[in-house]
């Protein structure tokens, strides 16, 4: 009658076995996919800002283009300049 019993027990030991390396094998799996989920959100945070600085970027050269149109630094001092004198001349009108 013990030796009835003996394949049993060895079929079951074989079974544990089995399940406890299936349970290794998907624990390896969830943490490899954990490691995957941190580096894609350090990524995400990542391109979030270079995204915000870009859009930061953008805005600062629409105000300078709607400042000055295409013109450069230069050309905006020349072109204030004249309007000062425009200015000053009609001043001087005024005053005559």
Known sequence: MVKEKQPNFDSLQKLVNQ???KCEAER???LQAQKT??????ELRE???KNADLE??????MVANTAGGNQNTDQMKRHVSEL???????IALLND
């Open 84 to 90: 000062i004198q425009e200015v000053d001349r009609c």
């Open 56 to 61: 930061k970027q953008l805005e600062a050269g």
């Open 28 to 30: 390896n799996k969830a």
């Open 19 to 21: 399940l406890i390396d």
């Open 47 to 49: 391109k979030m800002e």
């Open 37 to 42: 989920v941190e580096v894609l959100e350090r």
